[in-house]
C-alpha cells in the first residue's frame, strides 16, 4: 500500500540551527503539505503546496518556514533558524487530485536544545 | 472560518463497552469532515470520512460517524470497544478537496479490561 515517509523520525539540533524535514509523498498525489503537533497539543496546518507553490499557510508558517519540492518525489520543510518553540512533531501529509483526505506520514520529532 | 470542537479530552470504557467520542464543527460552507487515530509514536490515520454522500458513514475497525447537519456533529461511535483501539482521535475539517485540515484537540480513548 502506497505511504508517505518521512526522514528523520527524530532530530535533534541546537537552538539557531537550520533543519531540513524530508518527505517522500505518494507517488500520484499533487497536494502536500505539512503539519506540527507540539506535545500535548492539537495538530496544527503549517502550509500546503500544489503545482510547484504554496498554495495556502497559516500564521504559524513566518518567513523563518520554506518549503521546496527540488525534484519529483521529495517536499521539504526548512526551518532557517531554529528556536526552542519549534520543538514538536511534524507531519508530512499528501492528498491526490480531487481526494479530500489526506494521507499523513509517521512524522519526524523535531527536539531544540 | 472553520473550527472543530472536540467535547471531553479523555474518554474511558470498559472492553465491550459503547464508544462514543463527540466532535462538533463550525463552517460557513458545506464542510468535509475526517476522524483520524493516532497510536503512540505513530502518525495519523484515517478512519473515516464524510464529503457530502451518505449521512452514516461507516470506517475502519468497526468505527462509524453521522453526520448532523442540524446538529453541527459528526460523533464517532463503535458498538463494542477493543484493547487495541486505546489511541488519540482527533477530528478534522476541511471545506474542499486540496486545502488544510482544521483539527480539534483530540480525545484520548482508554480502553480498560
Known amino acids: 500500500e502506497p505511504e508517505v515517509t518521512q526522514t528523520p523520525s527524530h532530530q535533534v539540533t541546537q537552538m539557531g540551527q537550520e533543519v531540513i524535514l524530508r518527505c517522500v509523498p505518494i507517488?500520484?498525489?499533487?497536494?502536500f503539505y505539512w503539519y506540527r503537533q507540539i506535545l500535548g497539543q492539537k495538530v496544527e496546518f503549517l502550509v500546503s503546496?500544489?503545482?510547484?507553490?504554496?498554495?495556502?499557510k497559516s500564521e504559524i508558517f513566518d518567513d523563518q518556514f520554506s518549503v521546496e519540492r527540488p525534484d519529483g518525489s521529495n517536499f521539504t520543510l526548512k526551518i532557517r533558524s531554529t528556536k526552542l518553540e519549534d520543538s514538536a512533531m511534524y507531519f508530512c501529509?499528501?492528498?491526490?487530485?480531487?481526494?479530500?483526505?489526506?494521507?499523513f506520514g509517521q512524522g519526524t520529532r523535531l527536539t531544540v536544545v | 472560518a472553520q473550527s472543530v470542537t472536540q467535547l471531553g479530552s479523555h474518554v474511558s470504557v470498559s472492553e465491550g463497552a459503547l464508544v462514543l467520542l463527540r466532535c462538533n464543527y463550525s463552517?460557513?460552507?458545506?464542510?468535509?469532515l475526517f476522524w483520524y487515530v493516532q497510536y503512540p509514536n505513530q502518525g495519523l490515520q484515517l478512519l473515516l470520512k464524510?464529503?457530502?454522500?451518505?449521512?452514516l458513514v461507516k470506517g475502519i475497525n468497526g468505527f462509524e460517524a453521522e453526520f448532523k447537519k442540524s446538529e453541527t456533529s459528526f460523533h464517532l461511535t463503535k458498538p463494542s470497544a477493543h484493547m487495541s483501539d486505546a489511541a488519540e482521535y482527533f477530528c478534522?475539517?476541511?471545506?474542499?478537496?486540496?486545502?488544510?485540515?482544521?483539527f480539534g484537540k483530540g480525545t484520548t480513548l482508554s480502553v480498560s479490561s
Open positions: 501529509a499528501s492528498s491526490g487530485n480531487g481526494n479530500t483526505e489526506a494521507f
Open positions: 507517488s500520484n498525489h499533487l497536494y
Open positions: 503546496f500544489y503545482n510547484n507553490e504554496i498554495s495556502e
Open positions: 463552517s460557513s460552507v458545506p464542510p468535509y
Open positions: 464524510y464529503t457530502s454522500a451518505a449521512t
Open positions: 478534522a475539517v476541511s471545506n474542499q478537496a486540496g486545502t488544510a485540515l482544521i
